[in-house]
């Protein structure tokens, strides 16, 4: 059976993940592999209803949680496991890690969060933390154009942060420094990557 490679993009917001997900599938792309860009929430009913509730007011936690783990679910069963399973390589902007860190910050028991996800979803052949300090982040979210929305207030994704780099010593996770060029960054997942 031909096997993937499962890759995932966290850390908080404004570290850059979409555009460096974007950037190194077109790199595996040139490398002449199949690739599968995705992002978490999907586009799907589930994610849908929580990329909604960012700017509508969050949902109740349980509610919000269970929202995830429906979406989550549905994103493995359609995408995520055929395509590892036809040998592509699968490029996630978030996943659970991100569940751990916003509902985690919320008051959930981030461990309890990631027993729940690992019954079902596998586990990534690398996780690449963008790591940014929150002053940075905030302001990068206002450069882009958005204003912060209820995920992004600094409380939050200062909670957030230390959820994902409490995963730093685990064998799968390189944390990348999310400050500079996106060149830079570019290149520094590159060479994890690679080295992988």
């Known amino acids: 059976m031909p096997k993937g490679l ?18 190194l599938g077109e790199w595996f792309t040139d490398q002449g592999r199949e690739v599968v860009v995705s992002r978490e929430p999907t586009d799907g009913p589930w994610g849908t209803k929580l ?18 783990l429906n979406d989550r679910h549905q994103h493995v ?54 790591d940014l300090d929150v002053d940075t982040a905030h302001s990068r979210i206002g450069v882009r154009g958005d204003t912060t929305n209820e995920f992004e207030q600094r409380e939050n994704l200062t909670r957030c942060r230390e959820i994902f780099l409490s995963l730093k010593d685990e064998w799968f996770v390189r944390v990348i420094d999310s400050n500079g060029t996106l060149d830079d960054v570019a290149a520094r997942i590159r060479e994890v990557v690679t080295a992988r």
């Open 6 to 23: 499962f890759i995932v993009i966290e850390g908080i917001d404004g570290t850059g993940k979409s555009t460096q997900a974007r950037r």
């Open 51 to 68: 990329r909604e509730s960012a700017s509508t007011g969050r949902l109740l936690p349980e509610e919000e949680l269970q929202c995830f």
């Open 77 to 130: 069963e359609e995408l995520i496991a055929p395509s590892l399973a036809a040998g592509k390589v699968v490029i996630l902007d978030r996943y659970y890690f991100s569940s751990m860190a916003y509902q985690g910050a919320r008051g959930f028991d981030p461990l309890e969060i990631r027993r729940r996800n690992e019954e079902f979803a596998p586990l990534p052949d690398l996780l690449l933390i963008l």
